[in-house]
């Protein structure tokens, strides 16, 4: 197995609970909003279960640098964490329905995803909850629009300024943080396909110095739900003021990963 040094400073991120706690603390709760949502449906008597499950998946997740899906045990590489616990939900599954490939391994979790696809009323009234959550937190935060078009071209000055508030250092359309354990937080911009953002436009990516090939690459609309569950409703559409939202809070909680693992240089 070829020892990445990327994997062994991965393997001394504290975990999910310290990082979100971090997150909450610069004014960000959308993420947990989510998870009381889910403890309600699945009933306080799962707390602990579901509280586990998902700091397993963070965990395998980061010290695997996202080359895992931990719904179908698969790992692109040879996994320095594995979680037996994830291996016991997995074996013990007796839930498995098309269209859903790779559903959680926690059925009220998968329960609730089957109900927000086939049923309308349900699924409208849960995007209603998510909807409102942003507006309050777009409207707490005081997030500021001037400038947005829409046009992911147009979306690098807010990146710009979300990223220069925490010392990452702009090179062209990059912007780096180096930290003294050897890591490098990395943030760019995907302007390809459409010119418009049908998705969040950024693309995050955790590297060694010693070895910047071998990456933990993040993206999409989701970029951290396996690491802070609920975060992926940070993600692009909608209005401008919570797509503006996405951005600031997803450089954000990359800050916050930042920062777990110690001081920039």
């Not at 975990?15 to 960000?28: K, W």
């Not at 098309?98 to 609730?112: D, V």
Request: include cysteine.
């Amino acid at each position: 197995m070829v020892d990445h040094p990327l994997l062994n400073v991965l393997a001394n991120w504290p975990g999910r609970v310290s990082t979100q706690l971090a997150f909450e603390a610069r004014g960000f709760s959308v993420h947990k909003a989510w998870q009381n949502r889910m403890i309600e449906f699945c009933g306080e008597h799962q707390v602990d279960l579901l509280n586990r499950y998902w700091d397993e998946v963070a965990l395998e997740t980061m010290r695997c640098a996202g080359k895992v899906r931990s719904e179908m045990r698969y790992f692109g590489i040879e996994p320095k964490y594995r979680s037996a616990f994830l291996d016991e939900l997995f074996a013990a599954r007796d839930f498995l329905e098309p269209p859903f490939q790779a559903p959680p391994l926690i059925r009220c979790l998968f329960e609730h995803l089957k109900k927000t696809w086939f049923d309308a009323e349900f699924g409208n009234s849960e995007a209603a909850f998510i909807g409102m959550q942003k507006k309050q937190e777009s409207e707490r935060l005081e997030i500021q629009t001037a400038g947005w078009t829409g046009k992911k071209r147009d979306v690098l000055p807010f990146i710009d300024k979300f990223c220069s508030a925490h010392a990452f250092k702009r090179r062209r359309n990059l912007w780096h943080k180096n930290l003294s354990c050897g890591l490098v937080f990395e943030v760019s911009t995907d302007l390809g396909g459409s010119p418009y953002c049908t998705q969040m436009p950024l693309m995050f990516r955790i590297f060694h110095a010693d070895d910047p090939e071998f990456a933990f690459e993040l993206g999409g609309n989701e970029p951290f739900d396996q690491l802070v569950y609920g975060s992926r409703l940070y993600g692009g559409g909608g209005e401008a003021s919570k797509f503006v939202l996405g951005v600031r809070a997803n450089i954000e909680l990359f800050d916050v990963i930042a920062e777990s693992f110690g001081a920039s240089q």
